[in-house]
């Protein structure tokens, strides 16, 4: 390589199977639409990156090989995947094998569109070719040495597309349709590439470079060109610069505007030699895969950090500054003072062996004496030759020093017992003067001290108080002070850790928990407020203050450093932070370790070395990270695996018109944002329209639940940010939940007609039952009245005249005979019968033992009247005759039906039986008599003119109808009984009443 190659330090971060790398030769990477960074291994399968964890996937995902060559995503977002036993796809969710008509297919290399529709895959044998719209793989033959040469790369133009091979440089004219050689001496092309003017760049693994005119197609000779390359990959960046990975030897970068060559190897910083692949990311950072070393992050030379490995004695650098000669001075942990300049970092030797403390500070005065504050021995003073410890008086030499500041004659010294301002007399004679509590400290932990341009030497302390020290008058000294405490904003116990000022006239301050503050110190009221903008500090524990050379403010801190953007008013408009993943790779400053030299590049000291800012560097892109969906779930459960599956969209994550029903309605939603240059710098924050329209606060939870939703169109609505002020597009995704059927206008509807119907349906029967309720009292009462006339008619027919006379004349006949005795017994029936009928007439019911008493009493006096001898007897098992409630004289006109119609024609005796049941709710009365059965009955009723017993009976009988009042039963049923040669022997006669109890 000749002398044009540059040689400097680079910033690299290396992943490795130690941080989560399934294995570490990486020989492909690709990042897809999503922002995700895949890493093809050979061994170990696929790793997925998202700037914070690997995933991975090998054959017991479904991946057809785990050694992997290439990796290419389709403008459909499907991963190609070249493995060593052939090709398979990856849509997100599963591995898919590919297979060639002729079901072989080598080993492949490269993939590139030759048109929208068809793919081209370099293989070990020739080009393969992928048809989009038929779904078809299969093998072309275009040429006689392509065919069945390895193919390495492709190399896409408007009008050509370029083909590497091990049988040379190849291209297809679109115009023309067909394949030229490009040249054929040069063989074992492994990548092909054209610059930003339009060259084309051909690597040979065994030839080296060779750049041709694109239009001449003629070699360019370059005096810079490296002269042997023996490369495995070549990348071109988003710049136009060009990266190659060379055997065995790191990698070399042409700076395309520069036009100049650099060599980066292991001793430029580069973790491993072998480089195998690149590729650039959406944020501008450089990523390589190696061979043994696993992937490698390019961070750029916008920070440069120095450790061990560069000559540092110490990891921790404790106090840094510049001495007029332009070296950089600093202290590392207990190994003494070194300095950096243009040969490197040199140990300091001059008496360095006694700062085997921490030297926490280090100041060069106007005399080029280097003074060094350190804690446990006290202050020291360097020339050229030697370091003498301070000593005013014995206390001094062991007091703790944090800070040194130099005015016009003094050397002002910050202490754990104070400020101590020293006056040199001569060479070893000092005068000096202490200020702590004799000017009011309340501490005299002193942690910074600072100049201003007025002269005056600000401090902090560890409890909070800022304050000034200034001298007045040279001839007749004397100092003034103020401190500032809580009632100037300040906080109590918060230490005061670092002080800077603008040139705005601000002081800004920083503490150890309430971040940043600032105040206008060229006022008499002077008030600190904390800094207020839209972007937040990464850490409010802040270590150091630095402005550079535009005005901005680097705050350092356990995190990292965050950059304060200042505009001319002093107002804070946006905030950058620098971590890790962004190059600044010491991590945690140390307190007011932290310069601006006179090339204004900024050194901090770390906890992890020595890191310079070189403003001149180009940063990677500050863009905002990349939002996807992870899954959508509906009541825990995968919408792919549902019935709304067609709905599921990979990009968006829901299709337009999903409409759920009212019972789905839990869902959830689990997102991701990937930024591979600040991924933990990530925050979420949400809505769901149609419940609520404000964002959800910032938050780091990936995913969302939403419960028990109310019927409704909603929207949900995700967004990725960083500071919020690195806004991701807003995921919106739409969907609705139906309404139950009850809540449906049709269902309303209906149920107001049918509740108005019911309400008419109601109401008309309501006033039916009224209108039948007045019809049945109405018909009640015509029917009570109807048996009241019954009643006074019954009462009227109560006894046969024939009966009463009758009976009177057998009483006669007995008197007659002078049958006294006899006549006195008849008569006292006849009275107690009379007696009965009259009592039980004033009654609307009696019981039924009075009843069957007056029908005993009624049928003793027949038999007395009667010719014709009868018996009789009145049953009632079972029945309580006084419980029984029955009208008055409703049976007896039946009892003399039979007796006179019945038995009294018999020329044999007769017989009567009265018998009573309850039966269904009703009374039953059979009387049953063996008489001439109404059929010869009716021929002697016709014979003679008819009586009042005929009338008595159909009173009798609408007496029963009345009682009935619609009821279902037969009140009245008469039957004729025969004997068993079918003649007449009697009659049945069964009476029906409502039984009526009275307990």
């Known amino acids: 390589m000749n002398s044009s190659l540059l040689s400097q330090s680079y910033n690299f971060i290396q992943y490795s199977i130690e941080d989560g790398l399934a294995q570490s030769q990486v020989y492909a990477l690709e990042q897809d639409s999503k922002g995700y960074l895949w890493m093809g291994t050979q061994g170990g399968g696929l790793s997925r990156f998202d700037g914070k964890e690997f995933q991975h996937f090998s054959t017991k995902n479904g991946l057809i090989s785990n050694s992997i060559s290439e990796i290419f995503e389709d403008s459909l977002g499907t991963l190609w995947i070249s493995t060593q036993r052939g090709i398979c796809t990856y849509d997100g969710y599963q591995f898919k094998d590919f297979h060639p008509q002729n079901n072989e297919l080598p080993k492949s290399e490269k993939f590139a569109y030759f048109n929208k529709n068809l793919l081209w895959i370099a293989s070990q044998k020739g080009i393969y070719e992928y048809n989009f719209i038929k779904d078809s793989l299969y093998k072309l033959n275009i040429n006689r040495l392509l065919d069945k040469t390895i193919i390495h790369d492709f190399y896409k133009e408007d009008n050509r597309i370029w083909i590497a091979s091990n049988q040379g440089t190849y291209y297809y004219d679109y115009k023309k349709k067909e394949f030229q050689s490009l040249d054929k001496k040069v063989t074992e092309v492994i990548a092909i590439n054209q610059d930003s003017d339009g060259n084309i760049w051909v690597l040979s693994h065994t030839q080296g470079l060779k750049i041709y005119d694109s239009n001449s197609l003629e070699e360019i000779e370059q005096n810079e060109l490296p002269n042997t390359i023996n490369g495995w990959a070549m990348f071109k960046d988003s710049d136009g610069n060009f990266w190659i990975g060379l055997e065995e030897n790191g990698l070399l970068f042409y700076d395309f505007k520069l036009k100049k060559w650099s060599k980066i190897s292991t001793r430029e910083g580069l973790p491993n030699k072998n480089i195998m692949a690149f590729i650039q990311d959406d944020w501008g950072n450089i990523w390589m895969g190696t061979s043994g070393g696993g992937v490698i992050k390019y961070l750029g030379q916008f920070f440069v950090h120095y450790d061990e490995k560069e000559g540092i004695h110490g990891d921790r650098i404790y106090a840094i500054t510049e001495r007029k000669n332009g070296q950089i001075w600093f202290s590392a942990s207990s190994g003494g003072l070194a300095y950096y300049d243009t040969l490197g970092f040199q140990k300091v030797e001059i008496d360095s062996g006694q700062f085997n403390v ?23 003073k360097c020339d050229s030759f030697s370091c ?89 000294p004397k100092i003034i002070k103020k401190i500032f405490y809580k009632q100037e904003g300040l906080s109590y116990d918060v230490a005061v850790r670092s002080l800077a000022f603008d040139d705005n006239g601000y002081l800004w301050i920083g503490t150890a928990s309430n971040g940043i503050l600032k105040a206008d110190i060229r006022t008499d009221s002077v008030y600190f407020n904390p800094i207020s903008n839209i972007n937040k500090l990464h850490s409010y524990n802040i270590y150091s203050l630095q402005f550079d050379k535009n005005g901005n403010l680097w705050a350092g801190s356990e995190k990292g450093v965050d950059l304060l953007h200042i505009n001319e008013v002093g107002i804070v408009t946006h905030i950058d932070f620098y971590g890790k993943n962004k190059g600044f790779l010491g991590i945690e400053t140390c307190q007011n370790a932290v310069i601006l030299d006179q090339n204004n590049h900024i050194w901090f000291g770390t906890m992890n070395g020595l890191t310079q800012h070189i403003p001149s560097q180009k940063q990677t892109k500050i863009l905002a990270p990349k939002l996807h969906y992870k899954e959508i779930s509906l009541f825990y459960k995968k919408i792919q695996e549902t019935a709304y ?49 404000e964002w959800s606060p910032t938050s780091k939870k990936e995913s969302v639940d939403y419960s028990n939703l109310p019927p409704g169109d909603y929207k949900f609505e995700v967004q990725a940010l ?33 509740l108005f119907l019911l309400i008419g349906l109601i109401f008309y029967n309501w006033k039916k039952r009224i209108e039948k309720r007045e019809k049945a009292k109405r018909e009640h009462l015509e029917i009570e009245n109807k048996v009241l006339q019954l009643e006074q008619k019954a ?28 006549a006195r017994t008849q008569i006292g029936n006849f009275a107690q019968l009379m007696r009965s009928i009259l009592s039980n007439s004033r009654q609307s019911n009696i019981s039924l033992d009075e009843e069957i008493n007056t029908l005993d009493k009624y049928l003793k006096m027949e038999q007395f009247c009667q010719k014709t001898p009868f018996n009789y007897t009145i ?73 009042h017993q005929s009338v008595a009976m159909e009173v009798t009988q609408q007496r029963l109808e009345a009682l009935r009042e619609g009821k279902k039963y037969i009140p009245v049923e008469i039957i004729d009984l025969i004997d068993a040669n079918k003649n007449p022997n009697g009659t049945q006669v069964i009476v029906r009443l409502p039984l009526i109890q009275e307990f």
Request: glycine share 6%.
């Open 358 to 380: 921490k030297c926490k500070a280090l100041l060069e005065d106007k005399n080029e004496n280097l003074w060094v504050g350190t804690i446990g021995k006290g202050l020291y």
């Open 722 to 754: 960083i500071d919020e002020q690195l806004t991701s597009n807003i995921l919106s995704t739409p969907f609705s939940i139906k309404k139950p059927y009850w809540e449906k206008m049709w269902f309303k509807i209906m149920s107001l007609l049918i």
């Open 645 to 693: 599956a067609s709905f599921y969209d990979q990009k968006l994550g829901l299709k337009q018109g999903l409409s759920l029903p009212h019972h789905t309605n839990s869902i959830n939603f689990e997102f991701k944002a990937i930024n591979l240059s600040q991924p933990e710098e990530i925050f979420y924050r949400w809505r769901l329209l149609g419940i609520e329209n």
């Open 875 to 947: 049953n009632y098992n079972n029945i309580d005759i006084e419980e029984i409630q029955i009208p008055p004289m409703l049976l007896q006109p039946f009892v003399e039906n039979a007796v006179i119609h019945g038995i009294a024609h018999l020329e044999k005796e007769g017989n009567i039986h009265i018998n009573f049941e309850v039966k269904n709710n009703l009374l039953i009365c059979t009387i049953t008599d063996n008489g001439l059965g109404r059929e010869k009955a009716n021929e002697l009723k016709q014979s003679k003119k008819p009586g």
């Open 388 to 476: 003498n410890n301070i000593k005013i008086e014995e206390e001094l030499a062991f007091k703790e020093v944090v800070a040194l500041v130099e005015d016009n004659s003094s050397i002002w010294i910050a202490t754990q017992k104070g400020i101590y301002r020293l006056k040199t007399i001569n060479d070893s004679t000092y005068n000096y003067q202490v200020f702590s509590r004799n000017i009011g400290l309340r501490s005299s932990r002193i942690t910074d001290l600072k100049k201003s341009d007025d002269g005056k030497i600000w401090f902090a302390t560890r409890i909070g108080e800022v304050g000034y020290l200034m001298e007045i008058n040279e001839k007749n």
């Open 795 to 822: 009462l009227q027919l109560q006894m046969n005249p024939h009966f009463i006379f009758n009976a009177l004349n057998s009483i006669q006949s007995l008197v007659a005979t002078k049958d006294y005795s006899v």
